[in-house]
């Protein structure tokens, strides 16, 4: 009998037994080995949803995820047992935004492991046979899972097209925001300026680059002397989120918004925005990106596997979600084994 740990509404996670559906002709079966606590998995633990979507019936969360193949996958010449990564962004590849390359925008997505399609908390999941990833002989089953949350420090660097030695303002050092920093440099960014609440985000932060890292927007306003930054990338879960992201910013300046806010509501005086001039974009997902996730960790540019803070069994994910919820010091990165720690085997 599978277990999963089953979402039922705001504050409320619980691990119990749970159904395996049946497979489809275009999917294959894949045993869980490693699958990442994600932002956007507190907020459907907090929230009860993201906007429309809402948790309505107990569903699988996780999206970060990789495991290995219970049959032979003759299609793609993969042997039973091969570690994958998954793609877990299942867009329907026909519509206008499929066509123009924005797979990452499409309406009629099937994403694994947001409501009503139950992810990777569980020790087997059916997947397309098209989401598959496979990977390096170097790579473990931490790397296999790191390489989603990878993929969308990616995208919102590829939106927001740093120029050479450009200074960047980077809010928000959870796992996105750390990656997002490597990511920068590896880009060509210059200063690299943070700001974080929480005292060991701001440690990887200047470990992974930040020239200077802060715990409030008034210290960066400091740093910059008022003027602010060319380029603001926002990484965080706060309503503030976007308000900090336009005090950061320069006159002319350009902002990326990556994160989630909580209670899915922005706080913005419009008019600060309005006087600087700002050009924004937000950022949702990935578009096909795994192909430079994997070089960069390959290449060592970027580090996934200091992120993980926790690595925890499956009945201890509820407990995880609460701690996370609250603040936790300490915590980035939780990496769940539903098929127990035991089982894990990384590079």
Not at 99 to 118: K, M, Q, T, W, Y
Not at 245 to 274: C, E, H, K, M, W
């Amino acid at each position: 009998m599978n277990h999963a740990l089953l979402l039922h509404g705001a504050r409320d996670a619980r691990v119990a037994p749970f159904s395996l559906r049946d497979g489809r002709g275009d999917e294959v079966l894949i045993k869980v080995a490693a699958a990442g606590i994600c932002g956007s998995d507190l907020h459907y633990f907090k929230d009860g949803g993201i906007g429309s979507l809402a948790i309505r019936q107990p569903f699988v969360p996780g999206h970060e995820f990789g495991g290995w193949l219970e049959t032979d996958d003759t299609a793609d010449g993969l042997k039973r047992g091969t570690l994958v990564a998954v793609d877990p962004n299942h867009a329907c590849g026909v519509c206008d935004h499929c066509r123009e390359g924005h797979s990452n925008l499409c309406p009629n997505v099937e994403f694994i492991g947001a409501p009503p399609h139950d992810g990777a908390m569980t020790n087997e999941i059916w997947v397309p046979r098209q989401l598959l990833v496979p990977l390096p002989e170097t790579f473990g089953v931490d790397h296999a899972a790191m390489l989603e949350p990878l993929g969308v420090a990616i995208h919102a660097v590829g939106l927001a097209k740093p120029r050479l030695l450009e200074r960047v303002a980077v809010l928000g050092c959870g796992p996105i925001g750390l990656l997002i920093v490597q990511v920068l440099k590896a880009a060509g960014a210059g200063e690299i300026l943070a700001v974080e609440p929480l005292s060991r985000r701001r440690e990887l932060a200047g470990r992974f680059g930040a020239a200077r890292v802060g715990e409030t927007i008034d210290e960066l306003r400091e740093w910059t002397s008022g003027k602010g930054c060319p380029l603001v990338v926002e990484a965080t879960n706060s309503p503030d989120g976007f308000r900090d992201a336009v005090s950061a910013a320069r006159i002319g300046g350009r902002i990326v918004l990556v994160g989630i806010p909580d209670g899915n509501t922005y706080t913005l005086p419009a008019a600060d925005a309005r006087r600087r001039g700002l050009s924004i974009k937000f950022a949702r997902r990935m578009g096909q990106i795994y192909p430079q996730a994997i070089e960069l960790v390959a290449t060592g540019k970027v580090d996934v596997l200091s992120l993980i803070s926790d690595r925890i069994g499956l009945d201890k994910a509820p407990k995880a979600l609460r701690n996370l919820a609250d603040g936790a010091p300490g915590m980035v990165k939780v990496m769940v084994y539903p098929n127990g720690l035991e089982q894990r085997a990384t590079a």
